[in-house]
C-alpha cells in the first residue's frame, strides 16, 4: 500500500491591489520625513520642492521597473529573486547584504532621530550625554520588543503605521493657512547639493519595493502589484510634497530646526500642538527603527538558512523562536553607529545601499526583457516590456549613477566596507561548502572503491 502524499503547504492568496496599496504607503511614510525637511532645507532652500519631485520620479522608475519584473512571477522573493534569475546566486546574495545593511543604518538613523527630536524639546536630551542615553534606552527597547516575538512585534508596527500617517496629513492641509509667499523666494543652488538633497530624499521614498516580496500573498500578483507600487508611489510623493510645502511655507528657520514639524504643530496649535507632534514623530521613529530591525534580522535568518552566511548568525531562539543573535548583533551595531554619527551620513549610506540595489533591479529589468519569459518556470506569459520600459529603466539607472556620486568619501568607504565584509562571509561559506562537498565525494569514493 504507497503512502497517501502529503499536500504542499502554501501561502494564502489574502492581498489585494487597495490591500497592498495600503501596505505600501505604511512601509513608505516613516520616521525620516519629520527631519528630512529641514535637510532638504539646507541643501537647497526653497527648491527642495522640485528635488521631491526628481526623487519622485526616480522611486517611480525603480517602481515600474519592478512593476515589469512582478507581473511576471508569482513567485515571492522580490528584487533577491529578480536579480538571482537575472545574473546568478551571487548577485542575488548581494542583493540581500545590501537590505541588510541598508536596514542596519536606516535603524542607526532612525533611532538618532528619535533622539534629536526630543532633544529640541528636553535641554538635557540636547547634550552628548542625554543623547547616548536616550539612543540607548531606545534600542534596547526595540531590541527587546523584537526579541519577544513577531506578534508581539506586528502589533506594535500597526499601532506605530496609524500614528504616522494621519498627523502628517493634517499638518499638511492645515498649514496650508499659515504659509507665507517670501519663504518660497528663490536662492542659488549648487547642482551637487541638489544631487546630495535627491540622495537623501530617497531614503525617505524606500521602503515601496517590499509590495514585491510576498507574491504567492497577493490575490492577482501580475496585476495588482504593478498597480500597487505606482499608486504607492504618487501617494506618498503627493504627502511629502505637502509637508514639505507647508514646512517651507511656515518656517523662516527651516533649515537649522532640529524638530521642523513640531514647530511648524506649534505654530498652528500652540504648545499642546508641538508636544503632539513631537511625541508622534519620536513614536514614528521608534516604529520604524523596530521595522527595520525585524526586516533586517529575519533576512539575516533566511540568508543563514540558505548557508550564504554563517548558521550562527540566524539561529533561532529555542523558547521565542526568533533570532535573538541577529538581532543582538544588529541592535547593537546600530546603536554605535547612532551615538557616534550624524543623522544625514546615516541617511545617506542608507540611501546608496538601497539604491545599488535598485539599480540592479533596473539592470535586471533590461536584461529580462529581452529573454523568452515562457521559457523558464515561475515566469508569466506577458509579453516583454516595450522600448518604452526599456528606456524607462535605462534613463533610471542613469539616474541612479548620478545620484550615488552625492555620496561623500566617508559614506562611500562606510558602505565598500560593508559590501565586502558580505563578499568576505559568503566566500568563506561558499569554500566550506566546497570543502564538504570534496569530503562527501572522496568518501563516497572510498565505499565504492
Request: hydrophobic letters at 55%; aromatic letters at 8%; proline letters at 4%.
Amino acid at each position: 500500500m504507497s503512502a497517501q502524499a502529503t499536500p504542499a503547504i502554501v501561502p494564502i492568496r489574502h492581498l489585494g491591489r487597495f490591500r497592498l496599496v495600503a501596505v505600501g504607503i505604511t512601509s513608505v511614510i516613516g520616521g525620516g520625513i519629520f527631519i528630512m525637511p529641514a535637510e532638504v532645507a539646507d541643501l537647497v532652500g526653497p527648491a527642495g520642492i522640485f528635488a521631491y519631485v526628481v526623487a519622485g520620479l526616480v522611486a517611480l522608475g525603480v517602481g515600474l521597473a519592478l512593476a515589469s519584473l512582478a507581473s511576471r512571477y508569482e513567485n515571492s522573493g522580490g528584487p533577491y529573486l529578480y536579480v538571482h534569475r537575472a545574473f546568478g546566486e551571487f548577485a542575488g546574495f548581494q542583493v540581500g547584504w545590501l537590505f541588510c545593511l541598508a536596514r542596519l543604518t536606516a535603524m542607526a538613523s532612525l533611532v538618532n532621530g528619535f533622539a534629536r527630536y526630543l532633544g529640541a524639546l528636553l535641554p538635557w536630551a540636547a547634550d552628548p550625554g542625554g543623547r547616548a542615553a536616550l539612543i540607548t534606552a531606545c534600542s534596547a527597547l526595540i531590541i527587546t520588543i523584537n526579541m519577544i516575538g513577531i506578534r508581539q512585534t506586528s502589533g506594535a508596527t500597526n499601532l506605530f503605521a496609524i500614528a504616522k500617517v494621519l498627523p502628517l496629513i493634517m499638518l499638511g492641509v492645515g498649514g496650508l493657512f499659515f504659509l507665507h509667499a517670501e519663504s518660497f523666494t528663490p536662492v542659488p543652488v549648487a547642482p551637487m547639493s541638489f544631487l546630495r538633497a535627491v540622495l537623501l530624499l530617497i531614503f525617505v521614498f524606500s521602503g515601496f519595493e517590499i509590495l514585491t516580496v510576498p507574491a504567492e500573498e497577493s490575490l492577482q500578483p501580475r496585476r495588482d502589484m504593478p498597480f500597487a507600487l505606482i499608486a504607492t508611489i504618487l501617494t506618498v510623493c503627493a504627502i511629502y510634497l505637502l509637508v514639505h510645502t507647508v514646512a517651507t511655507g511656515m518656517l523662516p528657520g527651516l533649515a537649522s530646526d532640529q524638530a521642523p514639524l513640531a514647530t511648524a504643530a506649534g505654530i498652528m496649535a500652540g504648545s499642546s500642538g508641538r508636544y503632539a507632534m513631537t511625541a508622534v514623530a519620536a513614536t514614528s521613529m521608534a516604529g520604524c527603527a523596530l521595522i527595520s530591525l525585524v526586516g533586517g534580522t529575519r533576512l539575516m535568518y533566511a540568508m543563514s538558512s540558505a548557508r550564504q552566511i554563517p548558521r550562527w548568525m540566524g539561529s533561532l531562539h529555542a523558547a521565542w523562536r526568533t533570532p535573538v543573535r541577529a538581532t543582538l548583533l544588529m541592535g547593537i551595531i546600530g546603536t554605535a553607529l547612532a551615538i557616534a554619527s550624524a543623522y544625514n551620513t546615516l541617511a545617506a549610506i542608507s540611501s546608496g545601499t538601497r539604491l545599488l540595489v535598485y539599480l540592479a533591479c533596473c539592470l535586471a529589468c533590461l536584461r529580462e526583457t529581452r529573454v523568452a519569459w515562457s521559457e523558464e518556470p515561475g515566469r508569466g506569459s506577458a509579453a516583454p516590456a516595450g522600448v518604452g520600459g526599456r528606456i524607462m529603466a535605462a534613463l533610471t539607472a542613469v539616474a541612479i549613477v548620478a545620484l550615488l556620486c552625492a555620496l561623500k568619501r566617508d559614506e562611500i568607504i562606510g558602505g565598500v566596507s560593508g559590501i565586502a565584509l558580505g563578499t568576505v562571509l559568503y566566500s568563506g561559506m561558499w569554500l566550506s561548502a566546497g570543502a564538504r562537498r570534496g569530503r562527501a565525494v572522496e568518501a563516497a569514493g572510498g565505499t565504492t572503491q
